[in-house]
């Protein structure tokens, strides 16, 4: 156990500015019923698991099938590495604490130096805004190879797809990591999330660091994977794109021309599934952003501690769903899963 120093800080003014930390919602986690306990730390334990085997597989299926192994696949190999990180990481302390009642060992809940709410309160956020990003760099890379195909190898090799991943990885695994040091935020704990969060300490740094991370890892990713896909299905709804492929399937065409139509049915295929993985981002993240609105605004009465684990749950599930989205709109992806299950069984 931790001790760790009580904040001087009057408590009146304080459960003004983090209500979340007012002892009855710490209560509230504690005394539930033994069946409510079972009921949410089930829920969370079946997304946990889901989350992580699933993306396991998926991660697996990837790397032990070199034909997979296209700038695409590599995206989505990572896209399902986050999201089994996420699942070892702040997924598996949420469901212990929804176990337990309470957080791992005693603290304090306004500056958590216990380490597992350090770290989750700091991964958390880098790995959702990393997800967004990649789902950003997926759809430029469905961009150039519909729209501009004869730039797509020069644009997306293998080991610049790597270089481009990583150097987006640091940059938000810094700017996440900045505030807690510079003495702008701290680490809480949310009895109502059961999770940690970080916590900005003054307004004016809060709006700016916040207005920041909303615009690098929302409002860009976003615009980027809206025009897009915006010009990827407007190109393959276009009569021309159809009428090619059409003409190639019919006519007795040379292999080469054949080939390069199934290429482009097969891209096509791949840029329905990875669009229908951002559509399954987008429903999990919908409530989210909904729930967190109410309960931000909602003040007598504020937005009860089931709605709150609401956000939670949806949260956790936007890691779990993916590999279900492969297996159901990747006819090829499907068939190596199942390889991969037969493999494993071996």
Known sequence: MENVTTPTTNSTDLYERFWWLVPKYFKELSSRPKYLVAVESTIMLIITITAFCGNSLVCFTLVRNPRLRTPTNLLILVLAATDMLTACLPLTVATVVLIKGKWIVEVNPLDVKNFPCQFQGIITPALTGFSLHIMALTAINRYICVVHQRLYNQLFSRKGTCLVILADGILILSLTL???????????????????????????????IADMFLIINVAIPMIVITFSYYRVFK????????????????????????????????????????????????????????????????????FPRQGELVTTYFFCLSSAINPFIYGTTSRALRKELWATIYHCKK
Request: net charge positive; with cysteine; charged share 15%.
């Open 235 to 302: 190109k393959i709804r276009s009569s021309s794109f159809r009428n090619h492929a059409v003409n190639a399937k019919t006519s007795n065409s040379p292999q080469s021309t054949a080939a390069t139509t199934t290429s482009k049915i097969q891209e096509v295929k791949i840029t329905k599934t990875v669009f229908a993985v951002l559509l399954g981002y987008l429903t999990c993240w919908i409530p989210v952003i909904v729930c967190d609105q109410l309960s931000f605004n909602m003040i007598n009465p504020r």
């Open 178 to 208: 900045i505030p807690y040091p510079a003495g702008f935020a701290n680490i809480t704990f949310d009895p109502r999330r059961a999770m940690c969060f970080t916590t900005f300490l003054q307004p004016k740094s809060s709006q700016v």
